[in-house]
Every structure is written in C-alpha cells, then in structure tokens.
C-alpha cells in the first residue's frame, strides 16, 4: 500500500496495490500491521458501517464528542467527494479542511483521525460507502457542524448544487459553536 499525506498531515490517502488482469482484479482492503506501521500508531477498529445513498446526497459534517471516532473510509461503488475538518484545539490546522475524491475506480481509502468531523457528498448516480471506526457508535454523542458553514468555505463541487441533506444535517451548529476536541479528549 502506498500512504500520502494530505495538507493536513494526519489526514491520509490509503492507495492499496492492485493487482488485475482479464479476470477482474484482487487488493488488500486493509492491512492493521501494514498501516499502523504507516500512521505510527495502534489501530483498533471496533465497527464497520456501511451506507448507500444517490447523487447529489451530503452527509455530514459529523463527529462524536465525547467518544471520538478515527475512519477509514471507501467507496465500493460509485464516487464522492469525502471532507475532513480538523476540530482539534491548538492545532495549527483547527478548522482547515480536506477533500478527497473516492471511487470504486480509484479504490482510494482516507484515513481520517479522532478529532475531525466528517462528511461527503455522492458525485455518481449511487454510491456505496464503507466505514470502519475506533469507536462505537454513541446516539448521544453525535454532533453535526453545518455542511456549508460560510466560515469553513468548503468547495463542495457545483455540479451538486443543491445537495439532499438529513433534517439532522440541516439543523447542524455553525463551525464557531462546534464542540472542539482538547488534546485529553483524544489520548490513545
């Protein structure tokens, strides 16, 4: 697997090797030793989600706090946009985003570390998208940030014009009333 950084260095893409031929193709989807080793840290995924959802549907920005949650995230069919916000007090990317586009095509997978909120957008008429988390999900932890807060300017892409959203999405808090993560909150 190759493993680059994004412009916020704790946000990765997961490039797997591919392997194909007239019969299809084979890849290691995830590889715990392979990866740990790439992020420098223990890894202990907990839950597997999984989501399908048709163009032009946003969800997001989400996040839990407390019980903050680290993703690895794919696309096993279809293609999204994928948005991480960086929610973390003190540091020099607080409130900085990154986007990747994700596709079965590509099979690109972003790692998206405790302390950011999340969300995407789906660019292809459906998509199937797979989770894996550090943590379980909590119903009363769940948090949304707006997902076109004017503050975090994300260049979500205009062939979506009007994305479909959740109520819950609708009613998410503005970027400046988002629960922020403290260093203690995400100790491993």
């Known amino acids: 697997m190759n493993v680059r950084p994004t412009a916020i260095p704790d946000v990765v893409v997961v490039e797997p090797k591919v392997f194909g031929d007239a019969r299809g193709f084979f890849f290691e989807s995830f590889n715990r030793k392979g990866l740990e080793a790439a992020l420098g840290r223990p890894l202990d995924f907990v839950q597997d989600n999984h989501s399908r959802s048709v163009r032009g549907v946003l969800r997001g920005l989400h996040y839990q706090h407390p019980h903050p949650q680290g993703k690895l995230?794919?696309?096993?069919?279809?293609?999204?946009?994928?948005?991480?916000?960086?929610?973390?007090?003190?540091?020099?990317?607080?409130?900085?985003?990154?986007?990747?586009?994700?596709?079965?095509?590509?099979?690109?997978?972003?790692?998206?570390?405790?302390?950011?909120?999340?969300?995407?957008?789906?660019?292809?008429?459906?998509?199937?998208?797979?989770?894996?988390?550090?943590?379980?999900?909590?119903?009363?932890?769940?948090?949304?940030?707006?997902?076109?807060?004017?503050?975090?300017?994300?260049?979500?892409?205009?062939?979506?014009?009007?994305?479909?959203?959740?109520?819950?999405?609708?009613?998410?808090?503005?970027?400046?009333?988002?629960?922020?993560?403290?260093?203690?909150d995400l100790a491993r």
Do not use: M
């Open 73 to 184: 995230v794919r696309a096993v069919r279809g293609e999204v946009l994928d948005v991480a916000v960086d929610l973390r007090r003190g540091s020099p990317t607080l409130g900085r985003w990154v986007a990747e586009v994700l596709s079965a095509e590509n099979k690109r997978e972003l790692w998206i570390p405790e302390g950011f909120a999340h969300g995407f957008v789906v660019l292809s008429d459906e998509a199937e998208f797979l989770y894996k988390t550090t943590d379980y999900w909590h119903p009363e932890a769940e948090r949304c940030i707006r997902w076109d807060d004017p503050s975090l300017a994300i260049d979500w892409p205009t062939r979506v014009a009007a994305p479909t959203v959740s109520a819950k999405d609708a009613a998410g808090v503005r970027f400046q009333d988002a629960v922020l993560f403290d260093p203690k």
